[in-house]
C-alpha cells in the first residue's frame, strides 16, 4: 500500500499540477498514512480466525503452521487478487506518467531555441531513463510476489512452507524498503536536500547583482 500511496501522489501531480500539494496536507496525510497501516494491520487481523499448532519442521525446528486449510488458501487467493489489482494499478500508473513526461518534453522541444535545446533533449533522456529504471524495478519486485503467490497456488515449485515463506519475507522486505533508496539514487534535488541537511555540502546562496542604470538628459 506505501507503494501504491507513493504512486498516487506522483500520479496527483500530472493530473492537479495546481492543487496536488494541498491535496497531501492536513488531514489528508494523515488519511494517506492511515491507509498504509490500517491495510496491512486490518488484513494481518484475518490470521486470527485460523487456528494455529506448532510443528517441527525436517531441519528438527519448530515452525506455526494453519490447521484450517481452507481458510488458508482463501486467504492466500483474497492475498493474490489484492496484488494483482496493485500490480494493474502500478503498471498503468508509470505507464500514463512515463507517456505525460514524454509529450511535455516533446513541447517543450519545439517552443525551446535551438542552442538551448540539444541541452534539455539530454536533461530529459536522463530524466525519462531514471524515470523508466525507478518504475521498471518497483513494478517488477511486485511482480515477483505476485509471481510466488500464483507459483504456490498452483503448486509448480513445490516449495514447503518454510521455503515459501523464507523466499517471500525476503521479497516483501525488499519491496517494502526499495523505495527511500531509489529515490535517493535517481532523485537529485532529493540526494542534495539530505546531504545538505547532513551537513555534507553547502547551501548555495543565490546573490543577485544590481546593475547601475545613467540616464541622460
Given at each position: 500500500m506505501s507503494v501504491s500511496v507513493l504512486a498516487s501522489?506522483?500520479?496527483s501531480v500530472m493530473l492537479f499540477p495546481?492543487?496536488?500539494?494541498?491535496m497531501w496536507m492536513g488531514y489528508r496525510l494523515w488519511v494517506a498514512i492511515a491507509i498504509q497501516y490500517l491495510t496491512g494491520l486490518l488484513i494481518g487481523l484475518a490470521t486470527f480466525f485460523n487456528e494455529v499448532q506448532l510443528?517441527?519442521?525436517?531441519?528438527?525446528?519448530?515452525v506455526p503452521k494453519f490447521l484450517n486449510t481452507t481458510l488458508t488458501n482463501r486467504f492466500f487467493a483474497i492475498g493474490g487478487v489484492?496484488?494483482?489489482?496493485?500490480?494493474i494499478y502500478l503498471v498503468g500508473t508509470y505507464c500514463y506518467l512515463f507517456i505525460v513526461i514524454r509529450r511535455r518534453q516533446k513541447k517543450m522541444?519545439?517552443?525551446?531555441?535551438?542552442?538551448?535545446?540539444?541541452?534539455?533533449?539530454?536533461?530529459?533522456?536522463?530524466?525519462e531513463a531514471r524515470l523508466f529504471t525507478m518504475s521498471t524495478i518497483i513494478v517488477g519486485v511486485q511482480l515477483c510476489i505476485l509471481i510466488l503467490f500464483i507459483f504456490k497456488g498452483a503448486d509448480i515449485l513445490a516449495f514447503t512452507s518454510d521455503q515459501f515463506y523464507l523466499v517471500y519475507n525476503a521479497v516483501s522486505d525488499l519491496y517494502a524498503s526499495i523505495n527511500p533508496y531509489l529515490l535517493w539514487v535517481f532523485s537529485d534535488s532529493l540526494r542534495k536536500y539530505i546531504l545538505q541537511r547532513l551537513g555534507f555540502i553547502k547551501k548555495n546562496k543565490n546573490i543577485t547583482s544590481v546593475t547601475p542604470i545613467t540616464f541622460v538628459l
Open positions: 501522489n506522483r500520479l495546481t492543487s496536488f500539494h494541498k510443528f517441527r519442521n525436517g531441519k528438527n525446528g519448530i489484492f496484488l494483482l489489482v496493485n500490480c522541444h519545439t517552443s525551446t531555441p535551438m542552442i538551448i535545446k540539444s541541452r534539455t533533449k539530454e536533461r530529459a533522456k536522463m530524466r
